[in-house]
């Protein structure tokens, strides 16, 4: 099937520092989503992204859509400890199916 | 949280035994879906349903099966349980299916 390649995999950080993480397809996509994971919990939705090019803020969060449509990545500044946590990209590709990047794990030292 | 909810949280099975998740959503959104989360393949999709009695396969769909008669609810069924389907199981909705997917809390499966 469709790969999403997510990278990292995994982020060691000090609190207050800006994290950058992103996802690659050899396939377009029409739409870039980004989830959060807490252990024991479902993922939750944070930014959805439905254009080429788009730019989009969420708090301390912003995200992208890439130009060539393959691609997208997502900024957290000013790292908090509650940030930590597993981060999902996610693409709905021209067949109206979502697949998902295998995980960016986020560990941040307060 | 999209008005998803699981049942059971967590189960413990034994392999051959027959094995019923169960999602219910409250806002009637006509799309939904089942994932399964294995260390290092992400979420993948089992089998989703785009209304009543209309369901369609994913990329993982052998040993499973689905069942949706009312709106509220998506079945899924193990027929059989194998050690391969320990995992952690997801149902999700979307309003049109071309839009953002909202998940459930998850069920951890566990086949001995």
């Known amino acids: 099937g469709q790969q999403l390649n997510q990278s990292p995999q995994s982020m060691f950080i000090q609190e207050g520092e800006d994290v950058s993480m992103n996802c690659t397809s050899s396939?377009?996509?029409?739409?870039w989503l980004w989830y959060k994971q807490d252990p024991g919990e479902g993922p939750v939705l944070l930014i959805a992204?439905?254009?080429?090019?788009e730019l989009t803020s969420n708090g301390r969060l912003t995200a992208q859509f890439g130009i060539t449509r393959k691609d997208s990545f997502l900024n957290i500044s000013a790292s908090i400890p509650s940030d930590v946590g597993i981060y999902f990209c996610?693409?709905?590709?021209?067949?109206?199916?979502?697949?998902f990047g295998s995980g960016t794990k986020l560990n941040v030292k307060p | 949280d999209a008005g998803i909810t699981q049942s059971p949280r967590h189960k413990v099975t034994e392999t051959g035994t027959p094995v019923t998740l169960r999602c219910h959503q409250t806002e009637n959104h006509r799309y939904m879906y089942w994932y399964r989360q294995d260390p290092g393949h992400g979420l993948r999709l089992i089998h989703y349903?785009?209304?009543?009695?209309?369901?369609d396969k994913g990329e993982v769909s052998d040993g499973y099966s689905v069942s949706r008669s009312k709106t509220e609810d998506f079945l899924l069924t193990l027929e059989s349980a194998t050690s391969s389907q320990t995992s952690v199981y997801f149902c999700a909705i979307s309003v049109s299916g071309r839009e953002t997917q909202y998940f459930g809390p998850g069920t951890r499966l566990l086949v001995l």
């Open positions: 996610a693409g709905l590709n021209n067949f109206n199916k979502f697949y």
């Open positions: 992204l439905y254009k080429a090019g």
């Open positions: 349903s785009y209304g009543v009695k209309d369901t």
């Open positions: 396939s377009i996509f029409n739409t």
